[in-house]
């Protein structure tokens, strides 16, 4: 409760980037006037919205990732696949090549 009989100071700061009431609401203080409380309460409802907003963005930015995490997963395995087919594609040309050579030599002497 005030004292002096003075009405409490309207906060001069945006008081939807606070998050914390400010410090002359409290439930010491029963006697807040209604227009502050409704502008408190409005710049409340608007930091509300602002956050409802931003929690869409959020969810397909996650969904976003999810995929590309999804897409990165498939790309490795697509490339460890191609490794392995290389690998094996290269055994089959050394040892053709050491069988050709091979053969060559049998057949020159």
Do not use: C
């Amino acid at each position: 409760m005030i004292s002096t009989g003075e009405r409490p100071s309207v906060p001069t700061s945006d008081p939807s980037q606070s998050s914390s009431p400010p410090a002359s609401v409290s439930s010491e203080n029963p006697s807040f006037p209604l227009p502050q409380l409704v502008e408190l309460y409005t710049a409340k409802e608007l930091q509300l919205t602002r956050l409802l907003k931003s929690v869409d963005l959020h969810q397909r930015r996650q969904r976003y990732i999810a995929d590309m995490e999804k897409a990165v997963e498939t790309r490795d395995q697509l490339i460890t696949k191609v490794m392995t087919e290389l690998k094996e594609l290269e055994d089959q040309l050394i040892e053709a090549t050491y069988q050709v050579s091979r053969i060559w030599l049998e057949w020159e002497t």
